[in-house]
């Protein structure tokens, strides 16, 4: 039984796990849906009741029924590395191999429906609350005056992209932002707006949960660190992620987060306070981990590996992974 | 029309480097010129930014 890994060529990352996966002797194949068709191919056939499928690519060949899992990695868009791409050749791509492997009896890292629906910021902050866990006050609107009530409220906000992605034309780059205190909240007219209240933080810290598995690093704010430095991707800090135990009413909490999610992959990022609370930040359904592992020693790759190889029984299409609550 | 957000936006730093490593489609993995796995390389990995937070955000939603 295969291991298919849907992603980038360039995704190193990726290969952390393609190599704990070739030093157990699983057999994966790797593909960017980029490349199909072309360096890719695939051929699924409807015959009498049944289903016979095949994904090719790099020299291998691999029969849908044949998959134990599929990591929905870091995917290219189907059909843009053709020799004639087209929008209509990518809806058709993508039909063709997401439709044929959603009925497999593959377990997926992520289930690609669920991923999509996971990748809302503001399902994920609902979903949170509903999880048990602290969210901090948050605004999303396209009304100034809902922005300037909400900012005399919580007069220490920062603001981030409601989607978490970056503007591309041209690049450029969005991190969370501290607002000052007399801000003109007018442009928030111009488009959905998300405003947070801003957490003093003590440290950040990053749950890479792996099925029933949580790997959590903290990454501790330095005494002298600028208010204004709010986002950890951007902050001159050296400290570095260190292992820390995670209380159980958070696991509790991350585990059925994931459940409700249906995800079998999440890496969730919090901010600690003064007073030891763990706010949600929020939970990217593909959040990079090697960063982490090379810091903290961790074995992320090691159980993605792991869970990916699993063998478990058939019990129909399109089954998620199944998370057990930790206690 | 600037979006609220937008006036909290920098220049992306320009990340164009040719990496020294390239995907071995046998292996199904990026290589060094060597043939060592290029993601073992912490040193190198660490240099690039090639697995961090930040990495893939262009192309990607999830951080």
């Known amino acids: 039984m295969t291991v298919l890994i849907l992603t980038r060529e360039q995704d190193v990352t990726a290969d952390l796990v393609v190599a704990q996966l070739n030093r157990t002797g699983v057999p994966v194949v790797r593909v960017d849906p980029a490349d199909l068709p072309g360096q890719v191919a695939l051929s699924g056939e409807y015959v009498h009741g049944s289903f016979r499928g095949h994904l090719s690519a790099g020299g291998r060949l691999v029969s849908m029924s044949g998959l134990r899992s599929v990591w929905l990695r870091r995917p290219g868009v189907p059909a843009t590395r053709t020799a004639e791409p087209s929008a209509w050749l990518t809806e058709e791509s993508s039909q063709a191999l997401y439709g044929m492997l959603r009925g497999t009896g593959a377990r997926w890292m992520n289930d690609p429906d669920a991923a999509r629906r996971a990748r809302h910021k503001p399902w994920q902050l609902r979903h949170a609350q509903a999880c048990g866990l602290p969210v901090p006050a948050t605004l999303i609107t396209t009304f100034p005056q809902v922005a300037r009530d909400f900012a005399e409220r919580f007069p220490d906000l920062v603001v981030k992209p409601v989607s978490g992605t970056h503007p591309q034309e041209p690049p450029r780059t969005v991190p969370t932002s501290r607002i000052a205190p007399d801000t003109d909240f007018a442009a928030v007219a111009f488009g959905p707006t998300l405003l947070q209240r801003r957490i003093a933080k003590t440290a950040d810290l990053r749950l890479t949960v792996v099925g029933d598995r949580v790997l959590a690093a903290r990454k501790a704010v330095p005494s002298d660190a600028h208010p204004d430095e709010v986002d950890v991707r951007y902050a001159a800090s050296t400290a570095p992620w260190q292992p820390v135990d995670v209380p159980a009413r958070t696991a509790t909490a991350v585990h059925s987060y994931l459940r409700g999610a249906e995800l079998a992959y999440g890496a969730f990022d919090f901010v600690e306070d003064a007073d030891g609370i763990w706010w949600f930040l929020e939970c990217n359904q593909s959040g990079q981990f090697g960063f982490v592992e090379m810091d903290t020693g961790q074995p992320i790759a090691r159980t993605i590996a792991d869970w990916l190889a699993r063998e478990e029984p058939e019990a129909g299409p399109r089954r998620t992974g199944r998370i057990r609550a930790t206690p | ?63």
């Open chain 2, 1 to 63: 029309m600037r979006l609220f957000v937008l006036n909290y936006a920098r220049d992306t730093e320009q990340l164009e480097f040719s990496a020294p490593y390239t995907y071995d489609s046998g292996l199904q993995l990026n290589v060094l010129a060597d043939g060592r796995i290029a993601a073992h390389d912490q040193g190198l990995m660490r240099e690039l930014g090639a697995t961090t937070s930040t990495a893939g955000s262009k192309t990607h939603f999830d951080d």
